[in-house]
């Protein structure tokens, strides 16, 4: 986007554009913030048009409660097409640094809670690519993983049970009881005045709703606040999510942990070039795994 975007602007009705600038928020998509005389909005590139087609129809489905709305354009459309290329145009939600306290765990088990209990039944939506699927990745990667494994020795990633545990954690990754955002890590979470909302649906897809929650959990939760708060953490936001959808195991969560680090570990393997640092990171995941697998097991399980 640059000189196209007032191009693409003129499909919408969003009165005379003030300001337009680059964004650098969010992992799939080029965004630009865009300021008119009639509101403050968001315009996303798009990765094809089954992504614009979803993400329009999650917003009618969800934009009250807890992701931005989707603007339509002159012609009612949820997305515009330009230059071989698909936008959407959403509102503007200003982001503030996301707490670390009880009350956002709790603001983030209602917003998994509405998010999956709204998606659970619903028939109309189109599946996204998972880019990160375990089968793929582990056939990329797994030359390169004989060279570093012995530097993971530990915990649930040893050497020894490791093609045991990608066949394991294949199972739980095709699990399909409901469709979920893919990719809801912090990155993906928007904190305003006590609100979180949800944005990026460039990954829906049907999948274990305990993938997402895996996913928000492990990105949010602090450790150096010590395990008592771990404890607290993870409670309040299961207290909270369970009263808007009931399904809630502690052991399905607890292998989605393992899923989503071991996801995280062997993209990070396939896209790293610095040995070390991919060592030094991985090694902070899997202790992560590993304290909150050692909490859910002692306090839930």
């Excluded at 489905?61 to 459309?77: E, M, R, V």
Aim: aromatic residues 12%; hydrophobic residues 35%; proline residues 2%.
């Amino acid at each position: 986007m640059n000189e196209n975007i007032e191009n693409i602007l003129y499909d919408y009705s969003i009165g005379k554009i003030l300001m337009m600038e680059p964004m650098n928020k969010g992992n799939t998509s080029d965004a630009s913030y865009i300021l008119s005389d009639k509101g403050k909005w968001i315009l996303r590139k798009l990765k094809n048009i089954d992504q614009g087609i979803a993400e329009h129809a999650i917003s009618n489905i969800l934009a009250n409660d807890i992701c931005p709305k989707i603007i339509t354009t002159k012609s009612n459309i949820g997305y515009s097409h330009y230059l071989g290329n698909y936008y959407n145009l959403q509102e503007y939600i200003p982001s503030q640094p996301i707490k670390n306290d009880l009350e956002t765990f709790k603001e983030l088990g209602r917003v998994l809670g509405i998010l999956h209990s709204k998606l659970k039944n619903n028939t109309d939506l189109i599946e996204q690519e998972d880019r990160f699927s375990l089968e793929d990745i582990w056939k990329q990667t797994k030359n390169k993983w004989k060279d570093v494994q012995k530097q993971f020795d530990c915990s649930t990633f040893t050497t020894s049970n490791f093609e045991e545990l990608i066949d394991e954690m294949v199972t739980y990754q095709n699990i399909k009881n409901t469709f979920i955002h893919g990719d809801l890590g912090k990155w993906n979470l928007i904190y305003n005045s006590k609100q979180v909302y949800i944005i990026d649906f460039g990954e829906v897809r049907r999948g274990d709703h305990h993938f997402d929650i895996a996913a928000t959990l492990t990105s949010m939760i602090n450790f150096d606040l010590g395990k008592e708060f771990a404890y607290k953490f993870l409670y309040t936001f299961y207290e909270e999510y369970k009263n808007y959808m009931g399904d809630f195991q502690w052991e399905k969560l607890q292998k989605n942990i393992q899923l989503w680090i071991l996801r995280g570990m062997l993209a990070l393997l396939l896209y790293s070039s610095n040995k070390p640092n991919f060592i030094e990171s991985v090694k902070k995941m899997i202790d992560l795994e590993l304290k909150l697998s050692n909490i859910i097991c002692e306090n839930f399980i």
